[in-house]
């Protein structure tokens, strides 16, 4: 049997009278986590073929199926240039595709808004699909020339990443709301 926590660990994040999330931390962690996920090209991983899955637009579409009303509808297009200033793909293309994503997301989300963690799943898999072959074509037409069997490693990885990063949403989305403020 594992040794109990301290109190004061079993103790933190509950519910206590005259305490309230706060406003900056619920406000700021699903920018930060996108952005951080944004960082991921930068990870030293030397492969001849793309494996690391888009982690930025993972968690954009995480936070979107977990928090719909959470970022604007125009988030894509911040959050977009900032991934694009660390991806490498030409500037405008995470624009686009993550403003489309969150246009989509929004109206899906009026559409058909009780879904189950399997339906989210198979939302996030054709969004990520349409995304890498989207962004490949974007590249091919700044001058790359690769075609599109290349992303079928990538496509494989990010889809079976997706559980893993929607349950990292649903953790920091926890986090964010902990109740640390006094009233």
């Given at each position: 049997?594992?040794?109990?926590?301290?109190?004061?660990?079993?103790?933190?994040?509950?519910?206590?009278?005259?305490r309230?999330?706060?406003?900056?931390?619920?406000?700021?962690?699903?920018?930060?986590?996108?952005?951080?996920?944004?960082?991921?090209?930068?990870?030293?991983?030397?492969?001849?073929?793309?494996?690391?899955?888009?982690?930025?637009?993972?968690?954009?579409?995480?936070?979107?199926?977990?928090?719909?009303?959470?970022?604007p509808?125009?988030?894509?297009w911040?959050?977009?240039?900032?991934?694009?200033?660390?991806?490498?793909?030409?500037?405008?293309?995470?624009?686009?595709l993550?403003?489309?994503?969150?246009?989509?997301?929004?109206f899906?989300?009026?559409?058909?808004?009780?879904r189950?963690?399997?339906?989210?799943?198979?939302?996030?898999?054709?969004?990520?699909?349409?995304?890498?072959?989207?962004?490949?074509?974007?590249?091919?037409?700044?001058?790359?020339?690769?075609?599109?069997?290349?992303?079928?490693?990538?496509?494989a990885?990010?889809?079976?990443?997706?559980?893993?990063?929607?349950?990292?949403?649903?953790?920091?989305?926890?986090?964010?709301?902990?109740?640390?403020?006094?009233?």
């Open positions: 049997m594992p040794p109990p926590l301290p109190s004061a660990l079993r103790q933190f994040g509950k519910p206590r009278i005259n309230t999330a706060s406003p900056v931390l619920a406000f700021a962690t699903p920018w930060l986590l996108v952005m951080l996920g944004s960082l991921s090209p930068s990870w030293p991983v030397i492969a001849s073929a793309p494996v690391l899955p888009p982690f930025g637009f993972l968690l954009l579409v995480g936070w979107q199926q977990l928090r719909p009303g959470l970022f509808v125009w988030a894509g911040p959050l977009g240039m900032f991934d694009d200033l660390f991806s490498g793909q030409p500037i405008g293309s995470a624009v686009v993550w403003s489309l994503t969150m246009l989509a997301l929004d899906l989300e009026h559409g058909f808004p009780w189950g963690f399997l339906l989210n799943w198979l939302v996030a898999s054709a969004f990520i699909a349409a995304y890498l072959f989207l962004a490949l074509q974007f590249a091919n037409l700044a001058g790359s020339a690769a075609g599109a069997m290349v992303l079928l490693p990538q496509l990885v990010a889809i079976l990443a997706y559980p893993i990063t929607a349950r990292l949403v649903g953790l920091a989305d926890k986090f964010r709301l902990i109740p640390i403020r006094s009233i």
